[in-house]
């Protein structure tokens, strides 16, 4: 027996005292009588704030939350998100580091304000009769009330966030923050105002970003329609899904080449409904073999024509109103007209004109407002633009040196490709929620000021100024979200010293473009360094069938519901368990039901040592079987593969990691094996088996509070005070180390590993054989094994018994007869278990018969559907690796039932 050196350096002991007395925990695992009283002992108590006892020396772990817009409550993607950033807060927490993890929210722009004008229609009413002021405190009324329920159910979560630093993009901090970047960015030459072609949403009324732009495959019709020469020679036909915008035509264009069209360059066309000309042109754009070869240019209403009309000094000539209906600059009967009231308008008269050739059905992707959906339309307006391909090198360089770093890494591409097809980024929206642009222009004199303070008067003539109308786009203050958040633009304040840069960023991968490259550049233009070194982009939440989930199709989970069912925890360890990285995680409610079984059995482990304390003296340094030192040494394995796992974001290794000691090691086996002392063995070796027990027990609480706060931290805290004293939580403890501490221990704990990895095995495979013959557990069985190692079989044989239900062993006996008994082989052994006592053997040779068939039909179909190209195209991948997993199982367990099958008449000699 050795003495459990490791155990003492990691927890308090108390001389021999009185004796213990049993300690009930409830009999059913309900997280609802716990769960909001420690997370509020957590929040009172100040265990969310990062230590300030730590030494100063210690390298702080910082993590700033995704903002969630604060438009309304948060779904699974926000629950997934805020499961494992808690998950890596509470495991550096508990090594020690100084951990600040900064809430918050977004003011969301676009969103909020469509939500408190969606209101006021409900009323009658519009933000224009309100006016500017009184519609933006209506928008923080709703702000405040969503705010409120953003943060209940982020708490609910238990999420460990230091709410003393909660921040909102449109607080004081950030607003001053925002206005710093703006006019730096103006004074650096990286900021202009222009009139150019944007992505203009007629229903919300503002220009978008390319990033806000969503593509939708939509039937549509191609039209053909004859423009003649005006010298009446003819005529040429053009191709046109829009014909609506015929009237901002400036040219039609040929490509150069087209032996079709070489004579047409320079002449003139009259534009159908109309009395203007337009000229013919040459240009290289133009593609050939799309549509008749000649393309109408519409500057102002497509990008790739504006390019076109830059090239050839075209005018650009703008027929939609910010509300997306024509204006005056079309003949008087369009005026009005919506663009597809237009479009049928157009088409009707330019049949009657005999100038429409042919309609034909297609189906073509159109741009689409991120927000509401509305078909996007190019649109000529005056708008502020960051020149981005200089903040986009320093990003691009840094992460070829290594500065960042992302998991999985096949986002890097994603990344790179971005960032070296950049564009100018359209920061301003004619909003009125948002940060208003810094920036006022002169009445008398016209000189623009952009100023980081409030300006009243012109500097140059003294005249009156006015302000800009416009906010900037919601991303212009997120982009500077990690370090506007800890006090910059002070750069001397005491968070942005000690936790900037932060350490890690966890997020989703649809928002690489809008934020995380956005934020890499921020920090690097504005603090000359990286915002996060580690870049971990989780997937996201599908339903059981591949598809996302959505409003639209009804296939959403509220994570409030999971959590009032199962409990914060059971969802927290589920997510974590099923988020493999780069892959998208498929889920239903069912599926949550895996972390509350765990949960409870935790509960249920914890009960069983606990009320067993009566009577029980607590022992110093107690001396340690070899199954005690084989569960500390399964713990060190498990510590050391959870600490690596959480620290390279393998939150489901992690999981697995925990599950399988807690489960099989912990459960399946000690606790067992414990009952020959427990249950057999003297009053000094009961005292001594419930000590180590209860120290295993306090070690499997640590290793397993990241994953399960709530209840480890519940059960921590009914521990007796010989284990942990009074008054310390567990959130304040250190994680268990996964460290041997010399060679020599080394040694000795791979021997043991060695041993009771085969004592495992042998008890397993009999138990196995148990399950599948539906054996009472309470009934004993006799069994004839043959090992290559006799004297540790011979050693553990009480343990044998106990685990594996028998009442007898025979070391190697030839006197049973061939039908009583069935044989099993594994690593070093041999059993022959006889079953004939406990059931009919013809029955079960039958019942395994036909389970065999089964298995056998069902991989038949599995493999059809994994053979399947169709199938393993368009199956998203997590769903066929489900499958994949289904057929190596059923593979293992026909090979099981063959291998009884072939050894059911095997001799026990």
């Known amino acids: 027996m050795a003495q459990c050196a490791w155990l003492n350096n990691r927890i308090r002991r108390a001389k021999l005292i009185e004796a213990m007395r049993s300690i009930e925990l409830e009999k059913a695992y309900n997280p609802k009588t716990f769960e909001e009283r420690v997370y509020a002992m957590w929040k009172d108590g100040g265990y969310f704030k990062p230590s300030e006892e730590t030494d100063a020396s210690a390298n702080p772990y910082t993590i700033t939350i995704p903002p969630p817009n604060v438009t309304g409550i948060l779904h699974m993607g926000h629950a997934l998100n805020v499961t494992l950033q808690d998950i890596a807060v509470r495991f550096q927490r508990m090594t020690g580091r100084p951990a600040l993890w900064v809430p918050g929210c977004d003011h969301a722009g676009i969103a909020t304000q469509n939500v408190v004008e969606k209101k006021l229609r409900a ?27 953003i943060s209940r159910q982020i708490a609910k979560m238990g999420a460990s966030v230091d709410w003393s630093r909660e921040r909102f993009t449109l607080d004081e901090g950030l607003s001053k923050a925002v206005r710093e970047v703006f006019v730096t960015l103006y004074e650096r030459g990286l900021l202009y105002k222009g009139l150019y072609l944007v992505n203009w949403c007629t229903n919300c009324g503002t220009a978008l970003s390319d990033d806000e732009v969503e593509h939708e495959d939509v039937k549509a019709k191609m039209y053909h329609v004859r423009y003649p020469l005006a010298d009446g020679g003819g005529y040429v036909e053009i191709a046109t899904t829009r014909p609506e915008t015929m009237f901002a035509d400036a040219a039609v264009a040929v490509h150069p080449e087209d032996e079709r069209y070489e004579k047409l360059p320079g002449k003139m066309l009259t534009l159908p409904l109309t009395e203007r000309t337009i000229p013919v042109l040459a240009d290289s754009y133009v593609e050939r073999e799309f549509g008749t070869g000649a393309l109408k240019i519409t500057p102002a209403h497509d990008p790739n024509d504006w390019e076109v009309g830059k090239r050839h000094g075209l005018p650009a000539l703008n027929i939609i109103t910010e509300d997306g209906k024509l204006n005056s600059e079309v003949p008087a009967k369009y005026r009005g007209l919506s663009m597809l009231e237009a479009r049928k308008a157009v088409v009707e008269d330019l049949r009657t004109g005999g100038f429409l050739v042919k309609e034909e059905e297609i189906s073509h992707p159109v741009g689409v407002c991120y927000r509401c959906r509305t078909i996007i339309e190019p649109y000529l307006s005056e708008q502020w633009f960051v020149k981005t391909k200089p903040l986009a090198e320093k990003a691009l360089d840094a992460w070829r040196r290594g500065e960042i770093v992302f998991y999985p890494r096949k986002w890097e591409n994603t990344y790179k490709h971005w960032l070296e097809n950049i564009r100018d980024w359209c920061v301003s929206r004619q909003l009125w929620w948002g940060h208003r642009i810094p920036a006022w222009t002169c009445e008398k004199c016209g000189k623009l000021t952009v100023s980081r303070e409030t300006v009243n008067v012109c500097p140059q003539c003294g005249g009156a100024v006015k302000q800009d109308e416009d906010v900037l786009d919601t991303w212009f203050s997120s982009w500077l979200w990690p370090f506007s958040t800890l006090g910059w633009p002070d750069t001397e304040s005491a968070d942005f010293r000690r936790f900037y840069p932060t350490t890690a960023l966890v997020t989703a991968y649809d928002i690489i473009f809008f934020w995380v490259a956005r934020m890499i550049m921020a920090g690097l233009e504005f603090t000359g360094k990286t915002p996060f070194r580690d870049i971990y982009i989780h997937g996201l939440l599908r339903d059981k069938q591949g598809r996302k989930m959505s409003k639209t199709l009804g296939n959403g989970i509220d994570p409030l519901e999971l959590v009032d069912e199962y409990g914060a925890d059971a969802l927290k360890f589920t997510l974590a368990f099923l988020c493999a990285q780069g892959q998208d995680i498929l889920i239903d409610k069912e599926s949550f039901k895996l972390g509350s079984k765990f949960a409870n059995k935790l509960w249920n482990a914890s009960r069983y040592i606990l009320m067993n304390l009566e009577g029980r003296t607590f022992v110093e340094n107690p001396e340690l079987q070899p199954v005690d030192e084989w569960i500390y040494g399964r713990l060190r394995r498990a510590s050391a593969a959870m600490s690596r796992a959480f620290t390279e974001y393998r939150y489901n290794e992690a999981a697995a990691y925990a599950y399988d000691f807690f489960w099989n090691d912990f459960c399946d086996w000690y606790v067992e094996a414990t009952k020959l002392a427990t249950k057999q063995g003297s009053e000094q070796e009961k005292d001594r088996a419930v000590t180590v027990l209860l120290n295993v027990l306090t070690e499997l609480l640590r290793l397993l509070h990241p994953l399960l706060p709530f209840v480890t931290e519940e059960i921590w805290s009914k521990l007796p005070e010989e284990i942990h004293g009074t008054g310390e939580l567990l959130i304040t403890q250190r994680y268990p180390s996964g460290v041997v501490e010399t060679d020599a221990n080394a040694e000795r704990a791979e021997k043991i590993e060695k041993n009771f990895a085969f004592l495992w095995e042998l008890v397993r495979s009999m138990r196995t054989l148990r399950s599948e013959c539906a054996i009472a557990p309470e009934k004993k ?20 018994c106990l685990l594996a239900g028998l009442n007898e062993i025979t070391p190697i006996a030839c006197d049973q007869s061939a039908t009583e008994a069935v044989a099993i082989a594994g690593s070093g052994f041999e059993v022959f278990l006889f079953i004939a006592e406990a059931v009919d053997m013809d029955l079960l040779r039958a019942k395994w018969t036909r389970e065999l068939e089964k298995d056998k039909k069902f991989i038949n179909v599995l493999k059809t559907k994994l053979n399947n190209e169709n199938f393993l195209k368009n199956a998203p991948a ?11 199982e059923t593979e293992k367990h026909a090979e099981k039932l063959e291998a009884y099958l072939s050894r059911f008449n095997q001799t026990a000699c």
């Open 123 to 149: 009323q009658g009413k519009n933000r224009h009769e309100l006016g500017r002021e009184r519609f933006t405190e209506e928008t923080w009324k709703v702000k405040n009330e969503h705010h409120a329920v």
């Open 781 to 800: 069985l006799r069994a004839v094994i043959r090992t290559e190692n006799p004297d540790l079989t011979a050693a553990n044989s009480a343990l044998i």
């Open 878 to 888: 997590a769903l066929a690796e489900a499958e994949r997993a289904k057929l190596s």
